[in-house]
């Protein structure tokens, strides 16, 4: 079956320009997450959503935001882009359900570089 | 959130056993263990999890102390392609979110 799917792999963006990111989660997942890797910081949670809500929100200022489409598909926008905001974005998605616990499934990510 | 300790790096030879620990002292009754690893330039993977009981999968196995603060991954043979960061992970009950820490490093020798 089709993994993860983010698109685009590669973006070049201007200092306070804004960005949107696409995340396609597998067939029948319902929970996608965003993560933001950088060599200093390494991986931190951004945010998730499930059944378009978000459930859980890391610790990043309000410029970074989401959305998760009826379909679950999910976008991530950063606005006002600055130089610190390069990084490799990555999405996950899971099943939910049954109260059981399941493991994520990540796409290769967005590489987003901030001039 | 609860936090693990890993070491920083281990070394493996090809075709042996690999056991990658993490320490997890603060794990609350209702986080789970999770693992994942990455190759480079690739996104995290995931390798396998549990709640309280020894678990095994195609791609590995997971041993669970009785107190649950600690546990360990083995990878049964290692081959050249395992080697990646491999990050130990608490998740707060079903609905909780990863907390990625450093990962230990895994280097494979031929």
């Known amino acids: 079956k089709a993994g993860v799917t983010q698109t685009p792999r590669y973006l070049i963006k201007t200092r306070g320009q804004q960005v949107t990111l696409s995340c396609s989660p597998i067939?029948?997942?319902?929970?996608v997450s965003w993560y933001q890797q950088t060599p200093g910081q390494g991986l931190q949670f951004l945010f998730e959503?499930?059944?378009?809500?978000?459930?859980n929100k890391g610790n990043f200022p309000g410029r970074f935001s989401g959305r998760q489409f009826s379909n679950s598909r999910s976008e991530m926008n950063v606005s006002t882009l600055e130089l610190g905001d390069s990084a490799l974005y990555l999405c996950?998605?899971?099943?939910?359900?049954?109260?059981?616990?399941?493991?994520?499934?990540f796409g290769s990510g967005t590489r987003l570089t901030v001039v | 959130d609860a936090k693990t300790t890993q070491p920083n790096s281990m070394e493996s030879n090809e075709e042996e056993p690999v056991h990658l620990p993490c320490n997890h002292s603060?794990?609350?009754?209702?986080?789970?263990i999770h693992w994942y690893r990455q190759l480079p330039s690739q996104g995290p993977e995931y390798v396998i999890h549990?709640?309280?009981s020894n678990v095994n999968n195609r791609m590995a196995s997971l041993a669970i102390a009785e107190d649950r603060k600690s546990s360990t991954l083995i990878l049964h043979r290692a081959t050249l392609r395992d080697a990646a960061v491999y990050y130990c992970?608490?998740?707060?009950?079903?609905?909780?979110?990863?907390?990625f820490g450093k990962g230990t490093k895994l280097s494979v020798k031929p």
């Open positions: 996950a998605s899971s099943l939910v359900g049954g109260g059981r616990d399941y493991g994520y499934t």
């Open positions: 067939s029948g997942h319902r929970s």
């Open positions: 959503y499930f059944s378009e809500t978000q459930r």
């Open positions: 603060t794990i609350s009754g209702t986080d789970y």
């Open positions: 549990g709640l309280t």
């Open positions: 992970i608490l998740k707060g009950g079903s609905q909780g979110n990863l907390i």
